[in-house]
């Protein structure tokens, strides 16, 4: 896993790389180097204006005869998804995260996400806390652990303490 992660990484700072250089051939060095910043203020700009028509939909999604909320919810995860990108230096993530906010496309890029979430939330309920933290236990023998009452006719729950009973007494 360390070993495809080290190489995603090493491929995408070379592609940033080539690509910054052929921008800066073409505009000038500190030109491409002012646009990185420009496409983040960009993506912010954008983030926030789609984000309203977003909220809108998860809203009216909301409503009782409403019905598209994963729409709304998938279109929401792609603009996350697009603003974090443009907020990256580079030109190829400002590509990727451009096409993040194109409204069909969002749509595909949010319910791609939303299902390898799922996929990824049913596969690990399908296992318990222990042997997912590594413990070597499951649920049952948790429960199993818990220390039982001392008396054994305690099924109930039974609150002890001490009270006093006080009267109020009427002044004439």
């Not at 360390?2 to 491929?11: D, K, P, Q, T």
């Not at 906010?101 to 969002?106: A, E, K, L, M």
């Amino acid at each position: 896993m360390f070993l495809y992660i080290l190489i995603i990484f090493v491929l995408y700072g070379w592609i940033e790389f080539e690509i910054l250089m052929l921008v800066s051939d073409q505009i000038g060095g500190l030109a491409s180097f002012l646009g990185v910043f420009v496409t983040a203020i960009i993506g912010v700009s954008l983030l926030k204006s789609q984000s309203r028509q977003v909220m809108q939909g998860l809203q009216a999604g909301a409503q009782p005869h409403g019905g598209k909320i994963v729409t709304s919810l998938a279109s929401g995860i792609s603009l996350l998804l697009g603003a974090l990108l443009m907020l990256l230096p580079g030109y190829f993530t400002d590509a990727v995260g451009i096409i993040c906010f194109i409204p069909g496309i969002r749509t595909v890029i949010g319910s791609i996400i939303l299902l390898r979430l799922s996929k990824v939330n049913i596969a690990a309920m399908g296992t318990s806390f222990g042997n997912r933290a590594g413990f070597g236990f499951t649920s049952a023998s948790f429960d199993e652990a818990q220390p039982k009452s001392p008396h054994p006719d305690d099924d109930e729950q039974t609150i002890e303490g001490d009270f006093t009973e006080k009267t109020l007494s009427k002044k004439s």
